[in-house]
Structures are given as structure tokens and as C-alpha cells.
């Protein structure tokens, strides 16, 4: 079906995006030891509160390289 074809988690991955934050760097900042590991977590909607804490880490990132 074509929802099955829709890519999860939209908001966080547009909000990086926005913010020039790579999914790696969240990935290395959340402790991930490869990036594929948090891709895999990626693919399955997340709560609200998991996406708050990685939409935090995607502004820390974001300010530390716009200082």
C-alpha cells in the first residue's frame, strides 16, 4: 500500500533537515554506535516524548555550530 511506502518519523527528519543537522550527528549524539542502528529506530513512528528528547539534541547541534 502506499502508506507502507511512507517514510516514518517525517517531523524529526524535516526538522534536522531544517536545521542542517545531519541524522548521523543525532546518531553519534544519542550514543548510537553506527548510524544504521538509529536509522532502524527511524523506521518505526516514535512517541512523543522520544521524538521531544531527539528534537533537543537536534537543537543542541544545531546552536554548538552556529555559535
Known amino acids: 500500500s502506499e502508506r507502507r511506502n511512507m517514510k516514518k518519523n517525517l517531523d524529526i527528519r524535516q526538522y534536522a533537515k531544517d536545521r542542517n543537522v545531519n541524522l548521523w550527528q543525532v546518531s553519534e549524539r544519542?550514543?548510537?554506535a553506527h548510524e544504521s542502528?538509529?536509522?532502524?529506530?527511524?523506521?518505526?513512528?516514535?512517541?512523543?516524548?522520544?521524538?521531544?528528547?531527539?528534537?533537543?539534541?537536534?537543537?543542541?547541534?544545531?546552536?554548538?555550530?552556529?555559535e
Do not use: W
Open 30 to 32: 544519542l550514543g548510537y
Open 37 to 66: 542502528a538509529f536509522s532502524r529506530v527511524l523506521r518505526h513512528e516514535l512517541s512523543s516524548e522520544k521524538k521531544q528528547k531527539i528534537m533537543k539534541v537536534i537543537d543542541q547541534i544545531y546552536y554548538e555550530e552556529t
